[in-house]
């Protein structure tokens, strides 16, 4: 779906509700929403005066035209600039089931444009990595020092058959650890494979990792 792209916002749980009020100012009238955990230490939340890293994330589907001014808007309305209000950013979708079914959800597809295609800026990826529950520190500090600033942490649980105990080695069933790192393009192998060397499938860690391309993003801030 060459013009249809996967929104993703990650901003302080607190402010949920502004999100989604915004959402639907925006015209977006569908989202899937979940809670997380951000990855900073104590001492770096007192040192930029944070008081928590709870973190709501909410998922769409938009037009890229769409999330053009999308981005800036949420970017100004949040204050996606402030450290630690949050960030905005598009992935693109490869395929979806049917045009049918995405109009049920992005009310501005246009079937002409869908043949169009748009340029790609991966001047930004996303990095997720799934951990075994508990390692996200031992995780984190890998990154960090491959060149990663921080993450948003999500809880989740492995599904499995007996017969699909293991992938990539290590065992699915058990609760885990959705860490989601945004990182510079040029960062990401680094990243990724101090992940893989340090704790990766043969280590109590766990953690396999992989990364997708981004469009545009709102509110990233490198320092």
Known sequence: MENVVLNITIGERNKTENFLEFYKKQGIDFSLGTYGTG???????????????????????????????????????????????????????????????????????????EDEGYDMDTENELIVVIANRGFTENVMEVARKAGAQGGTVVHARGTHHESDEKFFGTAIGAEKEMIFIVAKEEKTKDIMQAIKNEVGVNTPSGAVSFSLPINDTAGIIYY
């Open 39 to 113: 990855t900073a230490s104590k001492e770096k939340l007192d040192l930029l005066g944070l008081d928590s890293v709870d973190k709501c994330i909410l998922f769409s589907l938009m037009t890229m035209d769409k999330s053009k001014s999308f981005l800036h808007e949420i970017e100004n309305s949040m204050q996606l600039k402030t450290i630690g209000a949050g960030l905005s950013f598009t992935v693109p979708l490869s395929s979806i089931d049917s045009l049918n079914s995405l109009k049920r959800y992005v009310k501005e597809i246009d079937e002409k444009k």
